[in-house]
């Protein structure tokens, strides 16, 4: 049997969502407990689903992860992050959305970002001090809020980067994972006996 590349797998196979919550054997990324039970409760339908599972149970979705998987949506300091947020029910899941706030909302150039973003995940306080007043003004530009309460909500949300920065997933990193674990759920709906024994071959 040929093994089926990306563009030949149908990942909206409702058969194969179906049937991944059924157990974790084999299915990449959510063979233990408390992954598959996380998947089970959000209950994917695509694969941005299962990357926001690949990357909540992560240390970094600690606070929002419940919330997340039951689907509820989030509201942040401004409409503006709101948008930013909307394909991750408002919530701060993934590397690439501190970047899009740093880049899209604040005016910081791709470097400045990535600059920051590591900062703040290497808990360097003295580097965000130094960068914080032209996130401030950036993001107060491109506010419709009064200056104080635009000030105030992108601190908030600095403030929200910081609480999730530990050990955040990259988007790239979870969406790649998620498409090997519905591939393993696609292997195992449609070859049972080829997938499982292969499986059972390489336990170890």
């Known amino acids: 049997i040929d093994y089926p590349l990306s ?8 058969f194969v969502w179906n049937d991944i919550i059924t157990s ?17 409760k959000m209950k994917p339908k695509k694969i941005n689903d299962m990357s926001l599972v690949n ?12 919330r997340l998987l039951n689907r509820e949506t989030n509201t942040n300091p401004s409409e ?5 947020l909307k394909d991750n029910f408002g919530f701060l899941v993934y590397q690439e959305d501190s970047l899009k ?10 470097s400045e970002a990535d600059n920051i973003r590591r900062a703040i ?10 960068a914080l007043p032209s996130i401030l003004e950036g993001y107060c530009q491109k506010s419709t809020s009064p200056r104080e309460i635009a000030e105030e909500e992108a601190k908030q949300f ?20 998620s498409m090997i674990g519905y591939t393993c759920g696609y292997l195992r709906y449609y070859y049972p006996l080829e997938f499982i024994t292969a499986f059972l071959n390489n336990s170890d």
């Open 158 to 177: 600095l403030q929200i980067i910081e609480d999730s920065s530990n050990y955040q997933f990259g988007y790239n990193h979870s969406t790649g994972y």
């Open 80 to 84: 503006q992050i709101d948008e930013l």
């Open 121 to 130: 995940g290497r808990k360097q306080k003295d580097r965000l001090e130094q």
């Open 101 to 110: 706030f740093l880049q899209s909302i604040c005016g910081l150039s791709g």
């Open 24 to 40: 974790p054997v084999g299915i990449f990324q959510f063979e233990s407990d408390f992954a598959f039970d996380s998947l089970k």
């Open 55 to 66: 990357a909540s149970i992560r240390p970094s979705g600690t606070s929002y992860r419940d």
């Open 7 to 14: 563009h030949e797998i149908n990942w909206n196979d409702e």
